[in-house]
Structure formats: structure tokens, C-alpha cells
């Protein structure tokens, strides 16, 4: 995917919606901008996914691309399972919403979410 077509939410007019979440990451809440880009169903935007991890949950922006740690293998599907189950209650929408659009067996994915022209205002706790 090209880096260009991807936007900091930050450099969007002041007309548009501000598209923040309030992570929860070690007992921190920390507000970030994630960079995303629009398709025809809605939004996507790049997910970098850690399994195996003793955490769970969202850790960070690194770059352009939104860090989430799953405990669950890379094993039949149930990494991503758990990436769809995250995104789910952080963003506080329906599963079936959240599509992964690209490296279903790879770290590095691109998850859509449909519905969203641009990401939810409701995010910010």
C-alpha cells in the first residue's frame, strides 16, 4: 500500500472529524491519531500484530501502523480472531464490521472497518 495515500489525522481540516482513541495500555491512558485512509466501505488503516504476547491489547503507534498484542498463535486464524475482538471493544462496534482487507497470514495487515466514512468521534472516552 502507499504511504501517501495514508493520513495523519492531525493534517485533516478542522471541518472533519478528529479521530482519536484513548488507549489503555499498563494502567496508562494515552489519546493518538491513527492514520487511515478512506475505501468505499469506510476506513482502513495499517495494524502490526504481536502474537504470542503475555499482554493484550493495543500498544502503540509506530509510525503509521497501529501495534496490537494478541495472546492467541499465529495458528488457524486465531490471531486474527483476536485482532477482530480487540479492535472490536476499543472502538466499541460490532465484530462483523471489521474486515482484514490484506495479510491475513502476515504481521503486517490492513483491517477495514465499514460503515465509517471517517473514524468515530464516540472513540474519545
Request: glycine residues 6%; positive net charge.
Amino acid at each position: 500500500m502507499n504511504r501517501q495515500n495514508f493520513q495523519p489525522l492531525s493534517s485533516l481540516s478542522m471541518s472533519r472529524m478528529d479521530v482519536s482513541i484513548i488507549i489503555k495500555y499498563a494502567n496508562i491512558n494515552q489519546v493518538m491519531d491513527i492514520p487511515f485512509k478512506r475505501s468505499k466501505k469506510g476506513i482502513s488503516f495499517k495494524v502490526k500484530v504481536e502474537p504470542r504476547s503475555s499482554i493484550k491489547g493495543i500498544s502503540g503507534l509506530v509510525g503509521d501502523v497501529l501495534k496490537i498484542k494478541v495472546n492467541a498463535p499465529p495458528v488457524r486464524g486465531a490471531a486474527n480472531e483476536e485482532l477482530i475482538e480487540i479492535l472490536s471493544e476499543e472502538f466499541g462496534i460490532k465484530k462483523p464490521a471489521i474486515k482484514i482487507i490484506r495479510g491475513h497470514f502476515s504481521r503486517d495487515k490492513v483491517v477495514e472497518i465499514e460503515g465509517m466514512e471517517i473514524a468515530p468521534s464516540f472513540l474519545k472516552r
